[in-house]
């Protein structure tokens, strides 16, 4: 079996049920585990995606709207690698490679393609139920998903006894984007009120006066495709607003900024050590070790109160 994961998440998927050897090819996007950056790239945005988040929103909608790619597939690549199977996903046009960018490159391989959709947990579950049935491993699929299923019920039963504070959970933030999909079902594991977002709803871009009406306990920042330190740098565009440094959380120093790339935001592997960050974010509850200053960053109340 020889496979081309064009999705982060189904890489990840890959190799937790024990099949690294067979992936050949992967997306940009596709970094954990870290080994499989040695594999050939198959794709690259199609844009600069180092300038601004604002302007990043901008070049997305214009090209959504212009009908043109965010993506770039190196179809050449992909046939030189001789693919069985190429998973790509068809839940975003956003965030990662779809089969109409396939379609768009004028994809001409006799690959099967395999793709993915997840708006909750239990779909991302099915996910890698469906990961594994294409790869002949029903059997350590299912194994993975109970594990996985038992992970989240610790994260769960942990946290269940202490105070549910009221969380807002960005994925975006010029403009703001309240994190819908699996992140309310992540909040509520970790004993977390999540207010704004709809879980298994499409993250949509709200009026930053929302954030302001809701005033939550906790925000957390966790920007697709931004890593810990480019997500931080996104304090600059908060503060922006006239009522950032009366927020609740700003005045308790309960904002954390978060790695959205790896988790939070990826339909994959991490999403049960998501819910382990966010426990300990909103209770001090730590699990085989300490993310904080690895997966996120706490904004103190010296630092908010401060320009």
Known sequence: MRVVSLLAGATEMVCALGAGETLVGRSHECDNPSWVQQLPSCSQPAFDVSVSSGEIDAEVRRRLHAGEPLYHIDMELIRELLPDLVITQSHCDVCAVTPADLERGGCAIAARQLSLS??????????????AEALGLAERGQALIKRERQRLETV??????LRRPAVVLLEWADPFFAMGNWG?????????????GRP?????????ERVRDADPEYLIVAPCGFNLERAERERAVLERHPWWRDLRAVRNGNVAFADGNLFFNRSGMT???SAEILAEILHGVSFEAQTEDLAWRRM????????
């Open 200 to 208: 298994g709803e499409f993250s949509t871009a709200i009026p930053a």
């Open 156 to 161: 769960r039963q942990r946290t269940a006894h």
């Open 184 to 196: 309310p079902e992540l909040i509520e594991i970790a004993n977390g009120e999540p207010l704004l």
């Open 271 to 273: 999403i049960s050590q």
């Open 118 to 131: 997840a708006a909750t947990i239990e779909e991302i579950f099915r996910c890698i139920g469906q990961v």
């Open 300 to 307: 103190t109340p010296m630092l908010a109160n401060h320009a």
